[in-house]
């Protein structure tokens, strides 16, 4: 079997940030450099100059997406360097013929990527005889989101045509394994390479992975399984930009710091610190749950308090979100209790039992359902809704790589503006 290609996706907007991390790529064991779509929307065609100039001995990839003028926009990537061009394979087939033939011209080859592609297996087989080079089993970013994995794409390919085949979104290293499995021979990592506070180390990762499929044993969890680590691995903050700064809830402050919680929620919705329903909920409580109050946004009076955290502790309860008040404030602290309340008070109120558990609340501004997923941890609290937890949990992960290699090269000397180029991108 020939050795797998490598591909890293500068799919980022900035140019001197893309050249940067295609070195560091390069270091740990990246063979082709793509210069991916938004980089080209972003630079133009001078991104494509830049990595062919700096990487003169390394195949360029030019993910122009192309979907009509096919002639024109093979011809504009290949004089400015791409040696390997990509179209969209839903592209009509005189746009396909057309980008083969001017590929032919100017000694290029040819990718087409199945993204949103029907039919993969029988088009495929078209776009090979149309003479496409190199076929991509490609799942985009918003497809991964809900799950879609571009491995079992490309397993229902395999076999099928005699092209190479290349398989493209949401690869790590266990995943980019399993690929060169299923048949791969270039397989194409973005946002896990170069969003990567370390690039170097993560491409020889991904190297070593596609050069010995078996040192990385595929990973089985349930859904909720993969939600829980997911959340586990993000902040709050991380969620609410996922959602485009939706979920947030408002007034909440952290009783113990240095804690978390993530967890479907356990809903109550109570009355005047009427702890009865609260305390009754904890028996109903799975571990891993998060118990969500509604104190009928009283303050001045607790429906919560020590004896009900041990009980919610015991019972393996994540955390507790009350909007409202909390009390025993220094023995909840002592047990390191991921507590979240808008106030602190001495007094409870009595046992009467008024309430509901399990019913859709209204909890510090925000929509509560049974199920939703909370994560809360010291910047405040952000309910999911739950048919989107898994979407969320994927995007907020996404956000965290970001973050971690803006942190990377701002501690290399860079400013925040410098690497947002912020000045460029200014409304005017």
């Not at 997406?65 to 024109?72: P, R």
């Not at 029907?118 to 776009?127: G, T």
């Not at 502790?313 to 009350?322: A, D, E, L, M, Y």
Request: charged share 25%; proline share 4%.
């Amino acid at each position: 079997m020939t050795r797998p290609k490598l591909q890293v996706a500068l799919d980022i907007l900035e140019l001197h940030r893309a050249a940067q991390i295609a070195r560091e790529a390069v270091a740990g064991g990246a063979d082709w450099i793509e210069v991916g779509t938004p980089l080209i929307k972003s630079e133009g065609m001078a991104a494509v100059r830049e990595l062919r100039e700096a990487f003169p001995d390394h195949e360029i990839v030019a993910d122009m997406k192309i979907a009509d003028t096919g002639t024109m926009e093979v011809e504009m990537a290949a004089r400015a360097g791409a040696s390997i061009v990509c179209v969209l394979a839903d592209a009509d087939d005189t746009v396909i013929a057309e980008s083969v033939r001017a590929a032919r011209l100017y000694g290029v080859r040819i990718m087409a990527d199945l993204i949103n592609v029907a039919d993969p297996v029988r088009r495929a087989q078209e776009l090979e005889g149309l003479g496409v080079d190199i076929v991509n089993a490609h799942v985009g970013i918003d497809q991964q989101m809900i799950g879609k994995s571009s491995v079992d794409l490309l397993r229902s390919i395999a076999g099928e045509v005699s092209i190479p085949l290349a398989v493209a979104g949401g690869l790590d290293a266990s995943t980019a394994a399993q690929a060169v499995a299923a048949g791969a021979d270039i397989v194409i990592v973005g946002g896990w390479i170069v969003k990567a506070r370390d690039v170097e180390g993560s491409a020889q990762k991904i190297r070593a992975a596609l050069d010995d499929p078996s040192l990385v044993p595929p990973e089985k969890k349930s859904l909720d399984e993969e939600i829980r680590a997911l959340l586990t691995a993000v902040s709050a903050p991380n969620v609410t930009d996922a959602m485009h700064r939706k979920g947030a809830m408002n007034g909440l402050f952290p009783l113990t710091m240095g804690v978390k919680a993530v967890g479907p929620a356990v809903t109550v919705q109570t009355f005047g610190g009427d702890w009865a329903k609260p305390v009754e909920a904890i028996d109903l409580c799975r571990p891993g749950d998060i118990l969500v109050i509604n104190n009928d946004g009283r303050t001045e009076i607790a429906p919560w308090g020590e004896l009900a955290t041990h009980s919610a502790k015991n019972q393996g309860i994540s955390g507790v979100v009350i909007d409202g008040a909390v009390r025993d404030v220094d023995d909840i602290r002592a047990m390191k209790y991921p507590l979240f309340a808008r106030a602190c008070v001495p007094n409870a109120g009595e046992a009467k039992g008024f309430g509901e558990i399990n019913a859709e609340i209204t909890c510090c501004g925000q929509q509560v359902r049974p199920g939703d997923w909370i994560i809360a941890d010291e910047s405040g609290a952000v309910v999911i809704p739950k048919e989107r937890a898994y979407e969320v949990a994927r995007r907020a992960l996404e956000v965290k790589k970001m973050e971690d290699r803006v942190r990377e090269e701002i501690e290399r000397g860079s400013t925040l503006a410098q690497v947002q180029e912020l000045y460029k991108w200014e409304k005017r």
